[in-house]
């Protein structure tokens, strides 16, 4: 069953299905995190970007995030995100 992909006038914590299955047990979700980041790459720079975490009940571990800049759409995914992440006290964290 397909779920809600963006509302109309998101908000930080917001939380939302974005598909179901309900014969595998699994739901996909994701959460907003800010309305208003900025992310450079080479198709330029843009702000007011919407930054979402976006997960699975199947997979809890696996995480990834997304982030749509308006008018334009999906700008920039990183996936393979450590749960530590979802700590709001870390910033950052070294990778191996």
Excluded: C, H, N
């Excluded at 992909?5 to 907003?32: H, K, N, R, S």
């Excluded at 800010?34 to 696996?62: C, H, M, W, Y």
């Amino acid at each position: 069953m397909p779920g809600i992909l963006v509302p109309g006038t998101p908000e930080v914590g917001q939380a939302m299905f974005i598909g179901q299955a309900p014969t595998a047990q699994e739901i996909d979700y994701w959460e907003v995190l800010a309305l208003d980041a900025t992310i450079s790459g080479p198709s330029g720079t843009f702000s007011g970007v919407l930054k979402v975490r976006q997960g699975s009940t199947l997979e809890p571990d696996d995480r990834e995030l997304a982030f749509y800049a308006p008018g334009v759409g999906l700008v920039r995914e990183e996936a393979g995100l450590s749960p530590a992440l979802d700590a709001p006290e870390v910033v950052a964290e070294r990778q191996p």
